[in-house]
């Protein structure tokens, strides 16, 4: 069983910046993809970022030039760094990664953008 554990959320000043990590059990060479999700009280999870197997990422427009995804192979990590943060970022952060016939989801991790 795979289980991926999300870290770096916390409160943060509108403009600041965070990094979220996403530690996974196993190697993450098995994934095609990987990637953040959030969500909102009452809204529906939407994707933020994602990242496949050769590299190549995708973003919602709206954080599209304040974020960014990426990875370390060797660490079985993913990241999400995200700078000039908005109080609309606000959010429950979740980690997915998809298999063949599967996907993952971490248990999530609070960001607040709030003075």
């Known amino acids: 069983q795979v289980q991926l554990v999300e870290s770096g959320g916390g409160l943060v000043q509108p403009g600041g910046s965070l990094r979220l990590s996403c530690a996974a059990s196993?190697?993450?060479?098995?994934?095609?993809?990987m990637g953040w999700y959030r969500q909102d009280p009452g809204k529906q999870r939407e994707l933020v970022a994602l990242?496949?197997?050769?590299?190549?990422?995708t973003y919602t427009e709206s954080v599209k030039g304040r974020f960014t995804i990426s990875k370390d192979n060797a660490k079985n990590t993913v990241y999400l760094q995200m700078n000039s943060l908005i109080p609309e970022d606000t959010a429950v952060y979740y980690c997915?990664?998809?298999?063949?016939?599967?996907?993952?989801w971490g248990q999530g991790t609070q960001v607040t953008v709030s003075s």
């Open positions: 990242i496949t197997s050769g590299g190549s990422t």
């Open positions: 997915n990664a998809k298999e063949i016939g599967r996907a993952y």
């Open positions: 196993g190697s993450i060479f098995r994934f095609y993809d």
